[in-house]
């Protein structure tokens, strides 16, 4: 058989690298993609998580929920931080879950330095333990109180 007379079909003619076609391409992309929604789902599941109470995020988180909880109180005096009993937050953000325990002040809200302000005694004597969430932008230095609760306790 002469050389001239071999023909190469279109169909059986081949070429390395083979080129990429829109039907090779989307072949690969859609198992990829639910892949990826599939693993993003287990791995991003939206439960809160402990963490480590000293973590600095969450310190400002702290010192920002108590900041708005004196803001949004109608009582003249400020509380301050005594205690985290819970320190979590969700996976994958900075948005914190906190059980905080707080007392009631002999300073006025607006005073300077209310973590060194002893604490009221007999009758006039508070405790609040509160539950915040807090979503912080730390970036912009920015905080956002999502939800609160706070249940006045008696000693």
Known sequence: MSPAAVAISPSTKSSWPPVPTLETAMRWKVPLLVGLIVLGTHVCSCKFVDIDKSLKDF??????????????????????FLQVHRSQHKRLTLIYLMDLEMGRTVCKKHDEDIDNC????????????????VDVRAWFSQFSLLNSTCVERSW
């Open 59 to 80: 310190a400002s988180a702290v010192e920002y929920a108590v900041f708005q909880f004196n803001e949004d109180q109608e009582d003249e005096f400020a509380y301050k």
């Open 118 to 133: 002893p604490l009221q005694e007999g009758t006039e004597e508070k405790m609040v333990r509160c539950t915040f969430i």
